[in-house]
């Protein structure tokens, strides 16, 4: 599952070895303080699903023992297994909307910048008129300065 990222930071590097299933079914079970039986029944309930091998062995990720650990805090608590599967679900689904907006968020940071230069040649970057309504304090062009639109798709297209 390791793909290559580039110009995305150490972290995604961080993320990338958390998502490694390099652990064999003893030591994940023993990492997360279980006996190996239980993470094969949460494997058939869908609760925690490895990797698998060629051969077929389980083969756990760290962020796969960090998600036993957390079933076991929930079942500790007195959550059953239907209701732990359904928490898991739903923060896994979090999880991916939280990753969505901050993309969308960055793309729409992306389309409302627009820049104007003054007679003087200076850049300014102002918002959007056709983006979010401007933002108060945020400058406006005076009235000797030119504003040219340039789109992508007047380099590319």
């Given at each position: ?44 309930l869908g609760l925690v699903s490895p990797a698998r091998t ?104």
């Open positions: 599952m390791s793909r290559r990222r580039t110009g995305q930071g150490l972290a995604f590097l961080a993320e990338d070895a958390a998502e490694r299933a390099v652990y064999v079914i003893s030591v994940a079970a023993d990492l997360a303080g279980m006996h190996p039986q239980t993470l094969r029944q949460y494997d058939r060629s051969g077929r062995g389980r083969r756990y990720s760290y962020r796969d023992v960090e998600r036993l650990r957390r079933v076991q805090a929930l079942s500790q608590e007195g959550v059953n297994l239907e209701g732990i599967r359904r928490i898991l679900e739903l923060e896994r689904q979090v999880e991916r909307l939280e990753h969505d907006n901050r993309l969308m968020r960055a793309r729409q940071a992306a389309v409302e910048r627009v820049f104007a230069a003054a007679a003087d040649g200076e850049v300014q970057v102002l918002p959007s008129r056709y983006g979010r309504s401007r933002r108060a304090g945020s400058p406006r062009p005076a009235r000797e300065q030119a504003l040219i639109r340039i789109e992508p798709e007047d380099f590319y297209g």
